[in-house]
């Protein structure tokens, strides 16, 4: 229930209602019974969960019906990360899982134009088998990769489980996506089946990429199968590797059960691709069980999703939000899938679906709810349905808070941060407990989520370092191609041997509760949408004109997110000419979600002495760090072009009122 008179950062706004029947509480008293632990209030549970981690997983696995085949044994081998082994010697099938649950309407999907369909178990479970069996038939076995470019569509969701059915790894990336952008992901997994489509929706237009997708397939010489799923009438690029279309893939005779290929507990998954922010992305390896196990646990405790909830959430099949949405099957729940943009043709779009499909749970990103506070609309009684509001992909502000509790109702907001790197989340929300504005309020079960300082001291009260003393079974298996392992150890546990750090900046309170305060590394993300620097260097570098380039995202006061790019051009071009230039080139490579919100002509950028751009620097900068505080002079190559830099940040500061 609301809490009227909440206005201040900290304040609580919402309380749980006692007659709430959650999950949660089901989970806590359960263990309450069972003598586990004394109290079911969230903070008894949480800390049972970190001290005592096999109990909690064994406990919640059973609580979650996870099957796992084989021989009961130890839940973990090994203590120290990177390397524990989880559930070793048990089986599971992740698609079996996701795939038992449920009768009647399994999926909906909501094309752009409108155009509503309903999927029921029956269908589901039959075009899954279908394709799995095509995929066998195509020789595809346990451990081949499947890739595939697709948008927020039933079939993204079919490919998933299909290539999960037989053991194979998953990888998909958003149709918005250039060419360069797919084939230095996806070139690195060498797939046998590409499942895509020759145009997608996006603001009311039909895009026609049969000329970035011709080229991904030429990229990708280990092709041995193109599956073309097109509806929108756009023509199909003429390529030498065999083609099927999705209609005859999934062709049969009779009704075909999918088959399920029972593989290790941490068998590879899917492929999930970080950002890129240092070079080519890094892929990033899950495993059936413990991807399983954690979105299990952010969808039944952390999100109190039930059988028969219809959860959508606005989600790019690039995000690793979207895997989210697409698993709610796995508790009996129906994905709504949304396909085109969230805003057209008028920004209530989302919330108009939320009614219309008696939504209970959505998933948004904080920029989205921002937007919509800043567009002024007002939901009230229009979404009787909704109970919950899950916020994730940058940090709420607390007038984020406020707009949802008073512009959408009475409604539980579940604030929650993880990441692509865990496919699951460090801190977040709980139904037990108050909501207070601005704070995320808890640390998730079983992640022992600290705020540490530079001399590896976990604080309280200001600001640190986001780092996970202890394993999660959904940390990354390995990073594809890195068989020495020297890129996960440097991305995870070189600052903090032996300890997780994320790269985000967090604040704990004493209560549990925290503060994403953003990345403190230069990762871009604009609401709720991660990509590196390299993949826009890539892009704007190719240009004659540009010399080089540095681009930085940086947090702003509560709500502006603000993305400059800085250009060094070739001497003799016009500067007006050089910006339509790389605005031109971003929108067609990359996506027009990534144009920067000022394009700024300096004489140089700036590096360390190695030769390595100064983003975060600069980011600071505009934070309002001074440059004494961000850099040494003698570790730059050029200290006189970074005070130009300093000057631009007080510029920009001085116009923003919300920066200071």
Same mark, same amino acid.
């Given at each position: 229930?609301?809490?009227?008179?909440?206005?201040?950062?900290?304040?609580?706004?919402?309380?749980?209602?006692?007659?709430?029947?959650?999950?949660?509480?089901?989970?806590? !008293?359960?263990?309450?019974?069972?003598?586990?632990?004394?109290?079911?209030?969230?903070?008894?549970?949480?800390?049972?969960?970190?001290?005592?981690?096999?109990?909690?997983?064994?406990?919640?696995?059973?609580?979650?019906?996870?099957?796992?085949?084989?021989?009961?044994?130890?839940?973990?081998?090994?203590? !120290?990360?990177?390397?524990?082994?989880?559930?070793?010697?048990?089986?599971?099938?992740?698609?079996?899982?996701?795939?038992?649950?449920?009768?009647?309407?399994?999926?909906?999907?909501?094309?752009?134009?409108?155009?509503?369909?309903?999927?029921?178990?029956?269908?589901?479970?039959?075009?899954?088998?279908?394709?799995?069996?095509?995929?066998?038939?195509?020789?595809?076995?346990?451990?081949?990769?499947?890739?595939?470019?697709?948008?927020?569509?039933?079939?993204?969701?079919? *490919?998933?489980?299909?290539?999960?059915?037989?053991?194979?790894?998953?990888?998909?990336?958003?149709?918005?996506?250039?060419?360069?952008?797919?084939?230095?992901?996806?070139?690195?997994?060498?797939?046998?089946?590409?499942?895509?489509?020759?145009?997608?929706?996006?603001?009311?237009?039909?895009?026609?990429?049969?000329?970035?997708?011709?080229?991904?397939?030429?990229?990708?010489?280990?092709?041995?199968?193109?599956?073309?799923?097109?509806?929108?009438?756009?023509?199909?690029?003429?390529?030498?590797?065999?083609?099927?279309?999705?209609?005859?893939?999934?062709?049969?005779?009779?009704?075909?059960?999918?088959?399920?290929?029972?593989?290790?507990?941490?068998?590879?998954?899917?492929?999930?691709?970080?950002?890129?922010?240092?070079?080519?992305?890094?892929?990033? &390896?899950?495993?059936?069980?413990?991807?399983?196990?954690?979105?299990?646990?952010?969808?039944?405790?952390?999100?109190?999703?039930?059988?028969?909830?219809?959860?959508?959430?606005?989600?790019?099949?690039?995000?690793?939000?979207?895997?989210?949405?697409?698993?709610?099957?796995?508790? *009996?729940?129906?994905?709504?899938?949304?396909?085109?943009?969230?805003?057209?043709?008028?920004?209530?779009?989302?919330?108009?679906? &939320?009614?219309?499909?008696?939504?209970?749970?959505?998933?948004?990103?904080?920029?989205?709810?921002?937007?919509?506070?800043?567009?002024?609309?007002?939901?009230?009684?229009?979404?009787?349905?909704?109970?919950?509001?899950?916020?994730?992909?940058?940090?709420?502000?607390?007038?984020?808070?406020?707009?949802?509790?008073?512009?959408?109702?009475?409604?539980?907001?579940?604030?929650?941060?993880? *990441?692509?790197?865990?496919?699951?989340?460090?801190?977040?929300?709980?139904?037990?407990?108050?909501?207070?504005?601005?704070?995320?309020?808890?640390?998730?079960?079983?992640?022992?989520?600290?705020?540490?300082?530079?001399?590896?001291?976990?604080?309280?009260? !200001?600001?640190?370092?986001?780092?996970?003393?202890?394993?999660?079974?959904?940390?990354?298996?390995?990073?594809?191609?890195?068989?020495?392992?020297?890129?996960?150890?440097?991305?995870?546990?070189?600052?903090?041997?032996?300890?997780?750090?994320?790269?985000?900046?967090?604040?704990?309170?004493?209560?549990?509760?925290?503060?994403?305060?953003?990345?403190?590394?230069?990762?871009?993300?604009?609401?709720?949408?991660?990509?590196?620097?390299?993949?826009?260097?890539?892009?704007?570098?190719?240009?004659?004109?540009?010399?080089?380039?540095?681009? &930085?995202?940086?947090?702003?006061?509560?709500?502006?997110?603000?993305?400059?790019?800085?250009?060094?051009?070739?001497?003799?071009?016009?500067?007006?000419?050089?910006?339509?230039?790389?605005?031109?080139?971003?929108?067609?490579?990359?996506?027009?979600?990534?144009?920067?919100?000022?394009?700024?002509?300096?004489?140089?950028?700036?590096?360390?002495?190695? *030769?390595?751009?100064?983003?975060?620097?600069?980011?600071?900068?505009?934070?309002?760090?001074?440059?004494?505080?961000?850099?040494?002079?003698?570790?730059?190559?050029?200290?006189?072009?970074?005070?130009?830099?300093?000057?631009?940040?007080?510029?920009?500061?001085?116009?923003?009122?919300?920066?200071?």
């Amino acid at each position: 229930m609301i809490v009227d008179g909440a206005s201040n950062p900290g304040d609580v706004a919402w309380m749980p209602n006692n007659g709430w029947a959650s999950n949660m509480t089901r989970f806590a !008293e359960r263990l309450v019974r069972q003598g586990l632990i004394d109290k079911s209030d969230y903070e008894s549970l949480w800390a049972w969960s970190v001290e005592e981690p096999s109990a909690f997983w064994t406990e919640f696995a059973d609580f979650a019906d996870v099957r796992l085949d084989g021989e009961a044994g130890p839940v973990t081998v090994g203590d !120290e990360m990177p390397g524990v082994s989880w559930f070793p010697g048990r089986r599971v099938n992740f698609a079996e899982h996701l795939l038992r649950q449920g009768d009647g309407v399994a999926v909906i999907t909501i094309d752009e134009h409108g155009d509503r369909t309903e999927h029921d178990w029956t269908q589901l479970r039959a075009d899954v088998g279908a394709l799995g069996g095509a995929l066998r038939q195509w020789g595809i076995v346990s451990g081949d990769r499947v890739a595939a470019v697709l948008s927020n569509t039933y079939e993204a969701l079919v *490919g998933l489980l299909a290539v999960a059915s037989v053991g194979a790894v998953w990888s998909i990336c958003s149709p918005e996506f250039g060419s360069g952008a797919i084939i230095s992901r996806f070139a690195q997994l060498e797939p046998r089946v590409l499942l895509t489509a020759s145009c997608y929706q996006l603001g009311g237009r039909t895009r026609d990429r049969s000329r970035e997708i011709a080229e991904v397939i030429d990229a990708l010489p280990t092709l041995d199968k193109v599956v073309w799923v097109d509806s929108l009438g756009s023509s199909r690029p003429e390529t030498e590797v065999p083609t099927v279309l999705w209609a005859d893939a999934l062709s049969t005779d009779s009704p075909r059960a999918p088959q399920f290929e029972p593989v290790d507990f941490s068998h590879p998954l899917w492929v999930l691709f970080s950002s890129g922010t240092t070079g080519v992305p890094k892929g990033i &390896v899950h495993g059936h069980g413990g991807v399983l196990l954690e979105i299990l646990k952010m969808l039944l405790l952390h999100s109190e999703l039930k059988t028969g909830d219809r959860y959508l959430s606005i989600a790019s099949t690039s995000w690793v939000v979207w895997n989210t949405l697409a698993s709610a099957i796995a508790v *009996g729940a129906v994905p709504v899938l949304v396909d085109g943009s969230p805003t057209y043709p008028t920004p209530d779009r989302i919330w108009r679906i &939320v009614s219309q499909e008696s939504v209970a749970a959505i998933g948004v990103s904080a920029g989205y709810i921002h937007s919509c506070r800043k567009d002024g609309l007002d939901l009230r009684g229009t979404v009787p349905s909704l109970r919950t509001v899950q916020v994730t992909g940058s940090p709420l502000s607390v007038d984020g808070y406020r707009w949802i509790l008073d512009r959408v109702g009475d409604v539980w907001i579940s604030s929650m941060s993880g *990441g692509t790197d865990i496919a699951s989340v460090f801190v977040a929300g709980s139904p037990s407990l108050p909501v207070r504005l601005g704070r995320i309020p808890a640390r998730a079960l079983a992640v022992d989520a600290q705020a540490w300082n530079e001399r590896g001291e976990s604080i309280v009260g !200001e600001p640190g370092e986001l780092v996970v003393t202890s394993p999660m079974p959904s940390m990354p298996l390995f990073f594809w191609g890195d068989s020495s392992g020297q890129r996960y150890q440097e991305a995870y546990f070189e600052k903090y041997p032996g300890r997780w750090c994320h790269g985000d900046i967090i604040d704990f309170d004493s209560d549990g509760s925290s503060v994403i305060h953003g990345r403190s590394d230069s990762t871009l993300n604009r609401n709720g949408l991660r990509m590196g620097p390299a993949d826009i260097y890539q892009v704007v570098e190719n240009l004659p004109e540009v010399v080089e380039a540095l681009v &930085v995202g940086a947090e702003l006061g509560t709500e502006d997110y603000f993305m400059p790019l800085f250009l060094h051009i070739t001497d003799g071009f016009d500067v007006a000419t050089v910006q339509e230039a790389v605005r031109a080139a971003i929108r067609q490579e990359l996506s027009g979600r990534y144009l920067p919100d000022d394009i700024v002509t300096m004489r140089r950028i700036p590096h360390t002495r190695t *030769g390595k751009k100064l983003e975060v620097p600069v980011k600071r900068l505009l934070q309002g760090a001074a440059l004494s505080d961000v850099v040494s002079a003698g570790a730059v190559d050029d200290f006189a072009v970074l005070q130009d830099y300093a000057a631009y940040a007080a510029q920009v500061r001085a116009s923003k009122p919300g920066a200071s």
